[in-house]
């Protein structure tokens, strides 16, 4: 969501006692299948996730080899209170060491427009400032420490599933290779371009209003690049006059903010529209059509300066293939996509919320603590 994105509150109700003792499918390893599997170990319930991918975390990717702290490739921050992740982990004895830090007031934004740069405060431009950053750490790293160790030895890689029947009295998913999975009930924490494209087939088919959902849902496409420079030129983040529309949006940003580094590093954030340009090139040629972007900003300093590059683009991943649901989509489409249908088929995942909010970590996250107290009740 934007960096923009309003405090909200959520209340775990993960409290309940589970009536359901049967076992479960969870397809997708990304932020809302893991922590689907993990609320179910707490209860003792027999789960088992299958992603189609080498690897855990979905869009909540990082990298740490590109400089001395972690860069998150995928979702990097923290839209809402740190309660979230006490919900998440659902258990008081355990003491969360994550540590966030949110954006000063006098933090300063630049905005670029018809050649000018003009440089004013998070304040002035947006009033109070929500977000947080990781320190030392990023939404991946949170997953990994707190959420992984409990699901990891149940999670089967590079099995991509390509049908789910729940017609009969339990749940058979098929994967690309013909391998049948079979439960009583299945979770689908697959990103929503997935389920768009059809890679998946229901049998029965989705409703009637979950297939039309689907087919008007608009699913941005998104990138995310990080640039290491000698020196630090910019402010705290630099918006354009395209850095939040209907369309998409972009904006540049202190990456290494309230990290305990000396690295300068500047990330660029764009989705929908606003990532276009930049998907459009590869290599060097996008590393040169960012620098000469910067460069009409900051006089030249951008090419002097600069180190490395690394780039993320999320249409690229064969199974995830775009960023998210876009920010301006009717809040009835991530509500019928989170239901479940038959007591057999629920839905986790950033799009799948039931609220009036979507398109974060956190909001997979809540969807995955609603999805299993549905499921168990």
Known sequence: MSIQSML???????????????????????????????LLAQRGIDFQIVEASSTYGGRTKQTTTFTDFPIPLGGEWLHVNESILTDAVNDSSIQITTRTQGYALTDSIGYFENGVLSIDTIEQVWGEESDQ??????????????????VRDKITFDTQIVSVDFQGSSVVITDANSQTFTADKVIVAVPLKILQDGDITF???LPDRKREVLNDAEVWGGIKVFLEFSEAFYPTFLVFPDSDTDAGQRLYYDAAYAQQTSSHVLGLFAVGAQAEPYQARAGNDRRDYILQELDAIFDDVPSRTFVKHIAQNWNEEPFIRAAYLADEAPSRISRILSESIDDKVYFAGDAYTQEDDWSSVHTALRSAIDAVDELIR
């Open 8 to 38: 909200t509150s959520c209340e775990s109700s993960t409290e309940s006692q589970p009536t359901f003792e049967g076992s479960v499918l969870i397809i997708g390893a990304g932020a809302a299948g893991l922590t689907a599997g993990y």
């Open 133 to 150: 950053k990781f320190i030392g750490s990023t939404w991946f790293g949170f997953l990994e420490e707190y959420i992984l160790p409990s």
């Open 203 to 205: 049998t029965p088919s």
